[in-house]
């Protein structure tokens, strides 16, 4: 077992750390990174007190790690060697990103606004204010007028026991998590091939695989650990081919046999056309889908319309890319797809992610090793608040328009089945917005997201927010942009600082144990909501507290039998088991003590109209089927293949606005930068705002590397540094982690991405167009020196300036 300082130049610089290969088959081999502050150790002049089981909280891939603890500070991490997951290594998120726990300007008091002026108070009357205005809307205008909106970053007992107090207590169906603007995709696409959310593919399937796709996932950057796994593969014997889709290049599409650099928008239009090919050459298992799969003539007859030429016009992908591309996956003995952002912020998203589903199961590519599908996550716990039910579904992936399941899910609370909102569908947070603008919505609190630089079309979003008609909480560990609108704000504690559990995207579940205590008077989330329900005294039909909760613990032992025999089984588990063995994947039952590696491994899919999840939707209109529908569409509880004609984006490129406008991450922030932006090592290597555009496009428009320029939509206008890069031309890129908290000129909105970007979603998953807005960029002034971008990642310029040790650009302009 190798053993790795990650000193921070060093996991900056080259963020995947030492290879380390093994061949198809093999086991992982295990390298340990650790990152310590200067003396703590064994070594050094002041030992470790304590190392303290957690996983990682600053992305989706969920690597087991340990806090170092001394003098009750956190003082350092490690990667845990044994578990499934990451086998011991961490990405440069993990090894710095504790430090922001130990910021300066954390939130210590609450605060309640008086006069138009926040002012620090105590607990009880924070909480007093809250329960007086929930009480009075609740007499007058009803648990309409109340919502809640959270995160992809707390625990699961807390998104339970929020699910809990919202639908249970309250009656409300306005709540959702800030997962319906990263991966809501990724779940409306499982339930409408698989009849239910859940990943069917394994972390482990990198080992068996000879094809990996990877369809709008710049994984390098965003799961770094498994991207680490990949290039072991890479590196060994038996290496796999990989199909990168992606506008921009970068250390996946380097690595990529075929790079597909499709326009924005046109996701629908490649896969179709893939689709097509892979069909017409007769490459699929029909025996798989006479047993398993339903719909498979009415696929043949839409993807008969795109042929590669078609999809070609469409996408501006070479038709001959095309078919080739088609080609590595409909030839590949095992093949693995992972899916993400690319693909999810769009206008057809659930339709573009459910293709990928196609693929596979017209392959017959699931359930065996090396063969399966990651419609992949964007935050740590975003598969808990979907499990849980805070993301607007009912706890335990059950379906809001089966009365059998509101009834058992009534019986499992003791309350009333009309107490549990379920005359429609749940409100997605967009509809959210729109009700508090319309003061239909009077009430809502924010918990571990920032929407004020999150959410598209800011200028928008901060006048429904600085609404005086609208009552606003707001729950986190910093102040940020959201923050300034609250009425009430309440410290919370943080990672390191409570116990809970996390699942991560292929549903590993892991134990995070409280390492130190939170400062000053900050709570856990879950004591936040525990001390609301108790003030509230909400009741069940027993006239019993509703939440009779007092930790943890108890919350999760409640929650695995709200699990219990649904697809996402927790019964199996106990904090016990997981402080012993380490992250075990759902379902875990008597039955599968040591959980399931991989879903549908005989073709057993949930989606039997009794059983579903969900009846699907029109992918085209987003409205509801029925569940005679459904049951008329998949009488047997197959996997489904869905369809819907490709349709070009809302808005176009024009002569006002001639390009396209996308929006992504960087590998070193994390969301709105609450936390990284404060930690050294990822401030400095990716300090400020940048525009990425194509080298042909910047010689068009007269700009050079590092000069300052402004880009424009119909929205507003972000004005930063140029990055010159091999992306596709007609399209910038800018990251969308930068708000105003740390911002040199705070008098102006001219930094944050979402100022640009518009309000419409995809009609299936209500998800956001981050991806697609048309654009135009102006040349403000030239500037002497490199944009304050990354140079190891896909924002790597094409003419590359001398780079720093930890990771930054220096010298003149290429």
């Given amino acids: ?150 995160s992809g970053q707390l625990f699961l007992e807390e998104y339970y026991t929020l699910a809990v107090v919202a639908r249970g207590g309250l009656g409300t169906k306005h709540l959702d998590g800030n997962t319906r603007l990263c991966t809501s995709t990724a779940a409306e696409a499982l339930k409408e091939s698989f009849g239910c959310d ?110 590669a030429e078609a999809a070609a016009e469409a996408t501006g992908v070479p038709a001959e890319q095309i078919r080739a591309a088609a080609r590595l996956l409909g030839q590949a003995g095992r093949l693995l797809s992972t899916v993400l952002q690319g693909f999810y912020q769009s206008h057809q998203a659930t339709a573009a992610a459910v293709q990928v589903n196609n693929l596979h199961l017209i392959r017959g590519m699931l359930g065996r090793p090396g063969c399966g599908v990651l419609q992949m996550n964007g935050q740590p716990t975003a598969q808990n608040t979907r499990e849980c039910g805070a993301n607007g579904d009912l706890p335990g992936f059950r379906n809001w328009a089966n009365p059998r399941h509101v009834e058992e899910l009534a019986k499992v609370w003791n309350v009333p089945p009309d107490r549990i909102p379920h005359d429609g569908p749940p409100t997605h947070l967009m509809q959210m917005i729109r009700l508090a603008e319309e003061a239909s919505l009077r009430m809502l609190w924010v918990s571990g997201t920032n929407p004020a630089v999150s959410l598209p079309d800011l200028e928008r979003i901060r006048s429904v927010l600085g609404q005086e008609r609208l009552f606003l909480v707001v729950q986190d560990l910093f102040p940020t942009e959201t923050t300034e609108f609250a009425d009430v704000v309440l410290p919370a504690a943080g990672w390191g600082e409570k116990t809970g ?30 001390d609301f329900a108790r003030c509230m005294d909400l009741r069940d039909a027993s006239d019993a507290p509703l939440l009779p909760w007092q930790d943890p613990e108890e919350v999760f032992e409640a929650w695995k039998e709200c699990s219990r025999g649904r697809p996402c089984d927790y019964s199996g588990l106990s904090y016990a088991l997981l402080r012993e063995r380490g992250g075990i994947q759902w379902p875990c039952t008597a039955e599968h003590p040591d959980g399931t590696e991989r879903l549908y491994t005989r073709g057993d899919f949930r989606s039997g109209p009794e059983d579903c999840e969900s009846y699907g939707r029109n992918l085209l209109t987003g409205s509801s089927l029925d569940q005679d529908a459904y049951r008329a569409l998949n009488p047997d509880g197959k996997a489904v293949l869905r369809t819907a004609p490709y349709v070009p984006p809302p808005e176009q490129p024009d002569d006002d606005y001639p390009l396209w406008l996308t929006t992504g991450r960087t590998l070193y922030q994390f969301h709105t930068r609450t936390r990284t932006g404060r930690v050294p090592e990822l401030r400095s290597a990716a300090p400020d705002m940048w525009i990425e555009m194509s080298e042909a496009d910047a010689a068009a428009a007269g700009i050079g590397e590092g000069d300052l320029a402004e880009v424009s939509t119909r929205r507003g206008m972000v004005r930063a540094r140029v990055r010159v890069t091999g992306i596709r031309e007609g399209v910038l890129f800018l990251p969308f982690h930068y708000g105003y908290w740390d911002a040199a000129d705070r008098d102006g909105h001219h930094r944050a991405a979402n100022e640009l970007t518009p309000t419409s979603w995809d009609p299936a998953s209500k998800q956001p167009l981050f991806k697609t807005s048309a654009a135009r960029i102006t040349p403000v002034s030239p500037l002497s020196g490199p944009a304050p971008a990354p140079t190891a990642t896909a924002s790597r310029p094409v003419r590359s300036p001398a780079m720093t040790r930890d990771g930054s650009t220096s010298g003149e302009r290429p």
């Fill in 1 to 150: 077992m190798a053993k790795e300082s990650g000193r921070a130049p060093d996991r900056i610089a080259d963020p995947w750390g030492r290879r380390t290969p093994y061949g198809r088959g093999d086991v992982w081999p295990e390298r340990v990174d650790l990152y310590l502050t200067e003396g703590a150790g064994d070594n050094g002049p002041d030992p470790v007190d304590r190392w303290v089981l957690t996983a990682s909280n600053l992305h989706s891939n969920g690597d087991a790690m340990e806090l170092a603890v001394r003098d009750g500070r956190l003082v350092g991490v490690r990667g845990m060697a044994g578990d499934r997951v990451n086998r011991g290594r961490l990405d440069p998120k993990d090894l710095y990103g504790w430090q922001a726990n130990a910021s300066p300007d954390r939130l210590t008091r609450p605060l309640i606004r008086e006069g138009g002026v926040q002012r620090e108070t105590d607990w009880d009357t924070a909480m007093a204010g809250i329960v007086d205005r929930t009480r009075a809307l609740l007499d007058g205008p009803g648990p309409s007028s109340i919502g809640f909106y959270t």
């Fill in 198 to 307: 859940g990943q069917p593919g394994s972390y482990g399937d990198i080992d068996h695989a000879d094809t990996i796709a990877l369809f709008g996932h710049n994984m390098a950057e965003t799961q770094s650990v498994l991207w680490s796994r990949i290039l072991d593969r890479l590196a060994g014997p038996e290496p796999p081919v990989l199909l990168c889709v992606d506008p921009r290049p970068g250390p996946v599409s380097e690595a990529a046999t075929v790079h597909l650099q499709p326009k924005p928008g046109t996701n629908l239009a490649l896969m179709n056309g893939l689709l097509h090919e892979v069909i017409a050459n007769g490459w699929t298992d029909q025996t798989y889908i006479g047993e398993h799969v339903a719909g498979f003539d009415r696929l043949a007859q839409q993807v008969a319309l795109f042929p």
């Fill in 501 to 530: 559990t996390f699942t991560n995207a292929d549903r590993t579940v892991h134990l995070s144990l409280k390492a130190v205590d939170p400062p000053g008077e900050a709570r856990p989330d879950l004591d936040i909501f525990l």
